[in-house]
RNA sequence: GGCGAAGUAGCUCAGUUGGUUAGAGCGUACGACUCAUAAUCGUAAGGUCGCGAGUUCAACUCUCGCCUUCGCUACCA
């Protein structure tokens, strides 16, 4: 009997538009996988459901001006849409805000209460009185406990890299105003993790070796699991959430990352009222497949066990994790706010066969490292790699048999052909050992290799002689290929369903599942329609306007990282060190009060401490980004920035004897800037200033003071920072 | 600066526990064929496997250092 399988894909937080990359990294990638495992003959359920609870959430809906429901409403609709446009064969696709996530989600957390394994830490948290908040982790910041590093985050000490706890601090100080925090009674709730862990590590070691966990997911997992186990919490102070069942707690709700893997089991719930627990209490009979990106591991291997292990309850665990690297776009990273790369959302204008998107995506599917989407690629995976082997091998064969043999099929295998026959049963056998294995991309890559074979057999045997000479041997060697053609379309049938359909519609057939390749006998006596071309190729020039339409090349056009805008807005001054000391909480770091011909000197901090001494930039006259935003650096506040000439390891502070205090730099040709409003640090830098042969400049343009240009001494060429 | 990942043919990627002349597809060149969407088939060129040491009889594979890229993060501002 063979085990059931479980698919799920990792659930897409339901206010982000997914793009190509996060749509071969979990929705595409477990389609390709249900849609095999039921054409194999597995009894197979594949879940999704967009996550909708948590911050991000409520903030998006302050932004737009509706409810968190009626954002996720909104966004939910987005995601179903690009997912059918894809044809992802969910078996149910739901959502984290149904009822029945709340049941599960709470059922689950009352058994890992019943078990001891809720932590009812009544803890003070940090709270700041001063900035009436309390203080996320990371916002409080004092000594490790364990290693004495003075500047460890609550969260995490970036010394030893032990995972930590705001209160474990000692002289832990407010990160924002830098006063010490009060402790404020709250109470959270934390999931014990630590009593879990012989649990925990018994089911990694059996299951990383039964499923055949991929090589990242071990790694990050064990990287997981040495920085420490801690209890983690599993409430937050929110409303858009799902309540905690617990009185005194009534006013919370759970932190996203313990309600969120949840709701693979409430969808399946909502979806399959009746029977989820055969799939979800059934770890004997039911295997679990994951699929998911490589952010999402640990949730996967470590937390969401964690809580159905600790529940006590006889749940379905994970058997095998399927995760993917990133896909970037033309190098670099997708990014909705840069209108950067291909969303689900672009698809539909674009007019190109989504089962072509399917073939590139799976083609290119990043399985051990990153890879990278580019226009021009697609053009040639699509044409040469799809299109002119397989639609081609379809159209030449079906043409040639029909022109000569007309109808219907002769179906007896012949037996000139068995040996031919034999090599497409073994690549038939290899491409549905690979796609057992979840090894997508090679699973594709052996179908084109049939594909390759039936090319090669064609032009081998020559049949345009053949139907001169010997008439019947080359019809059977026609057959021999159309049973090719018949097996290949149903090994396509996970990747490019509609055209495997095509294909085999071609042939007079029809799906018929995976179990059947090899078995020709449906095809004796087969109508065969009038060959159609299966895609015509695309045009180049249709994809280099894309390659215009989404490259970026818009952010250049619409933002211009252009450094002469860039530099209209900065001022640069010269000032005198009149003061210098160490900052008192960092190593690193000067604290310099500076004077700019202004009223007040102003007070700087800057992260030169291991190229100079405090004597040797005692005086000295240096430039200075005068109208940055003022920053914090642990608890001064600076009022800009000492610039330096960085190369490599090597910084200079150019010391500007000859200059007058106050003065401005300006570009050669034209006035300095003055008084300008309060600029970004990443407008600075989009300016983009260099040293060029000890020359200050701009794209070649030179920067200069009163007395003349600015050039620096040790350093001839670097960036300015 | 810290942590993590990566660096293999023009491009996209494979390379299992170290073991003969480092692979595939695409692209390129040349040739063949002409049934087919100028598709197909063959041959060839093309790599000091980021750089430098070390361990070993033997290193793309292990160790150390360095360089570069990407991500996260910071006492970069």
Redesign the pocket.
């Known amino acids: 009997m063979k085990k059931k399988r479980l698919i799920t894909s990792a659930l897409p937080y339901v206010n982000n538009v997914p793009h190509l990359g996060n749509i071969i990294g979990c929705v595409l990638s477990a389609d390709v996988y249900a849609r095999y495992c039921r054409a194999a003959g597995y009894e197979t359920l594949y879940i999704c459901a967009t996550d909708e609870y948590g911050t991000a959430t409520e903030n998006k809906a302050r932004e737009e001006g509706l409810s968190p429901k009626e954002i996720c409403d909104k966004y939910h609709a987005i995601h179903q849409e690009i997912y059918q446009y894809f044809n992802i064969s969910f078996d149910f696709f739901g959502r984290t805000s149904h009822p029945e996530h709340i049941e599960v989600t709470q059922a689950i957390f009352s058994d890992l209460d019943k078990a001891g394994l809720v932590l009812e830490q009544e803890t003070e948290q940090t709270y700041c009185e001063v900035d009436q908040m309390f203080l996320a982790d ?1 916002y409080v ?1 004092g000594t490790c406990p364990h290693c004495g ?3 460890a ?1 609550g969260d995490q000490c ?2 030893c ?1 032990k995972l930590l706890q705001p209160t474990e601090l000692k002289n832990p100080k407010c ?1 924002v105003c830098g006063n010490p925090p009060v402790l404020k009674k709250t109470k959270h709730l934390y999931l014990d993790l630590p009593s879990l862990e012989s649990r925990l590590s018994e089911f990694h070691q059996r299951s990383s070796i039964q499923g055949k966990w991929a ?2 997911a071990i ?2 997992t064990q ?1 997981w699991i040495e920085r420490g186990i801690q209890p983690r919490p599993i409430t937050r102070d929110l409303k858009w959430g799902v309540p905690v069942p617990k009185a005194g707690f009534q006013n919370k709700v759970f932190y996203v990352w313990f309600d969120a893997p949840i709701g693979y089991i409430s969808a399946t719930k909502s979806g399959y009222p009746d029977t989820w627990k055969d799939w979800w209490f059934d770890p004997e009979g039911t295997q679990l497949y994951q699929f998911m990106a490589k952010d999402n591991i640990p949730f996967h291997t470590v937390v969401f066990p964690a809580s159905l292990i600790g529940s006590g309850q006889n749940w379905t665990l994970l058997h095998h994790i399927a995760s993917t ?2 896909l ?1 776009y033309e ?3 997708f990014s909705k706010s840069r209108s950067l790369g291909i969303f689900g959302t672009d698809l539909k204008e674009l007019d190109i066969p989504i089962d072509l998107w399917r073939f590139y995506l799976l083609f ?1 599917r ?7 989407f ?1 226009w ?2 697609f053009l ?2 699509i ?3 799809f ?3 397989i ?7 079906l ?2 048999y029909q ?1 000569n043999y007309g109808q219907p099929l002769d179906g007896a295998i012949p037996a000139s052909q068995v040996g031919f026959l034999d090599q497409v049963k073994e690549l038939g056998a290899t491409a549905l050992g690979l796609m057992d294995q979840v090894q997508i ?2 699973g594709l ?1 052996t179908i ?2 049939m ?2 074979l039936g ?2 057999y ?3 045997s ?4 053949g139907i001169k000479e010997d008439p019947e041997k080359t019809k059977e060697i026609l057959v021999a290929l159309i049973y090719l053609l018949h097996d290949l379309g149903q090994l396509l049938s996970p990747y490019m369903p509609q055209t495997a359909e095509e294909i085999l519609g071609m042939l007079g057939q029809k799906k018929r599942g995976l179990t059947g390749l090899g078995d020709w006998s449906s095809l004796a006596g087969a109508q065969l329609p009038a060959p159609a ?5 695309l045009e180049k020039k249709r994809i280099d306007s894309f390659k215009d339409r989404f490259s970026g090349k818009r952010e250049l056009v619409e933002e211009g990282p252009d450094p002469f805008a860039a530099w209209a807005k900065v001022e640069i001054k010269v000032g005198k060190i009149i003061h210098i000391e160490p ?1 008192p ?6 604290v310099e009060k500076i004077d700019l011909g202004e009223d007040q000197p102003r007070t ?7 190229y100079y001494s405090a004597e040797e930039l005692l005086g000295r006259k240096v430039l200075v ?1 005068s109208n ?1 935003k003022p ?4 608890g001064v506040w ?1 009022q ?3 610039l330096a000439v960085e190369k ?2 090597r910084l200079e502070v150019v010391d500007l004897k000859e200059a007058e205090i106050g003065e401005v730099a300006f570009l050669e040709g034209e006035s300095p800037n003055r008084a300008l409003p309060e600029i970004e ?1 990443d407008t ?1 830098f989009a300016a983009q200033i260099r040293v060029k042969d000890h020359r200050f400049e701009i794209e070649g343009r030179g920067l200069s003071l009163a007395f003349g240009p600015l050039k620096s001494v040790e350093i001839s060429e670097g960036k300015v ?1």
Not at 533 to 537: A, R, W
Not at 631 to 634: D, I
């Open positions: 990371r910041e590093y003075e500047g985050r970036d010394r890299g990160q090589h990242n790694t990050t990287g690297e990133y970037n190098g670099g990273k290119n990043p399985e051990r490292s990153d890879s990278n580019s021009d690629g040639e995976d044409n040469s790699n299109i002119d082997n639609g081609n091998l379809l159209n030449r064969v043409v040639f022109k991309k090679d890559k084109l290799a594909g390759r090319n090669k064609f032009h081998d020559e049949p345009w002689k071309i299966l895609f015509q190729k900052h909480e960092a190593d690193r770091l000067y700087l901090v800057s992260g030169l401490k291991a980004a940055l920053a914090l650096l642990r600076s800009g920035m000492v490599r390891k640090l600075f920072g």
